[in-house]
């Protein structure tokens, strides 16, 4: 099997990586070629022109929004050579509508569309603790999943057709509405003395804890905040969130609060580093300033 790889972000080059380092096929292709590069070392071929790729069995998409996944793929199947992929496996987060816009676009050429959003970042990745949410024809589940269990140990298939987007979205959601959460308690506590770090040591060793309350910890704690995901594609999950809140009658009033808390952090130039910058937020608004506890702490996330 020869498989393309299109978006070598934070996300892609790590996804990829696994791919490459287990041993695969994989050509990749990224937009600026550099962060493309060091995948060679890992024995990925790096394609000169996205068109390349139409040549592979199998293609892997991880780009940003829907706008973005139209464009490449539109680019890689619009060479003049005849060769296009049999499966596209689509891993962006991305609206259920913008799938379904894909998938059509796809069966007209013949290509199965397997929509394949993930939970995770890249550190997470590097763990070994992605995991998948799966929806298409089951038959392009089975096919992708011995290359989805080289990235990731865990993969879901929840049904036909676009089911997966509105599962991550929700994900999604969650995060963020958990995230403001942590904040405004992590605030609260230090604001009546309690060092974040004995603060969220308790809450990560108590029934509330989780891999995300305990990965979040160091930024929290020592204020390292090294993108992991960005405001804006949080913001755009929210905002993916409560478009199908309005499409299917559901109010959604936490997340909607929360998205305009990441409108305001953005607002406010908190744009090129992590999304956990809402503590930073939080702490503006309740007349604090944060400085780092310098106080080592574990992420849970050592390499599996
Ligand atoms: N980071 C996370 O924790 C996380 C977790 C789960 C899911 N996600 C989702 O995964 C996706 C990727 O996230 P990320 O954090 O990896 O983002 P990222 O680091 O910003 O990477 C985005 C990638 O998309 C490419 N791209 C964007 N627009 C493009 C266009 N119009 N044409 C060609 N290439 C384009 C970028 O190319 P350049 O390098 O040339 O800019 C880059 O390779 C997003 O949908 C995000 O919501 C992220």
Known sequence: MRLGWIGIGRMGYEMSARLAKGGADVTVWNRTRAK?????????????????LAACDVVFVMVSTWKDVEAVVSAMLGGQA??????????????????????????????????APVSG??????????????????????????????IAPAASYVGEGELARIVKICHNVFLGVVTQSLAEITVLAQKAGVPRHAFLAFMNDSVMGSTFSRYKTPAFVNLDFKVTFTPELLRKDLD??????????????????TRDVVQTMMGRGMVDQDFA????????????????????????????
């Open 36 to 52: 493309a590069e060091p995948l060679a070392a890992l024995g990925a071929k790096v394609a000169a022109d996205i068109t390349e």
């Open 277 to 304: 910058q809402l503590l930073v937020l939080q702490a503006q608004a309740s007349g604090i300033a944060l400085s780092p506890e310098n106080v080592p702490v574990d992420d849970g996330l050592a390499p599996a």
């Open 82 to 115: 005849p060769a296009k992929p049999k499966l596209l496996v689509e891993c962006s987060s991305i609206s259920l509508e913008g799938s379904a816009q894909l998938r059509a676009t796809l069966r007209e050429r013949g290509i199965d569309l397997l929509a």
């Open 121 to 150: 970042n890249a550190k997470v990745i590097k763990a070994g603790k992605l995991s998948f949410v799966c929806s298409g024809p089951r038959a392009a589940y089975d096919a992708a999943l011995p290359f989805l269990r080289m």
């Open 240 to 257: 993916l969130g409560l478009d199908a809140a309005r499409r299917f009658d559901v109010p959604m009033p936490l997340a909607s609060i």
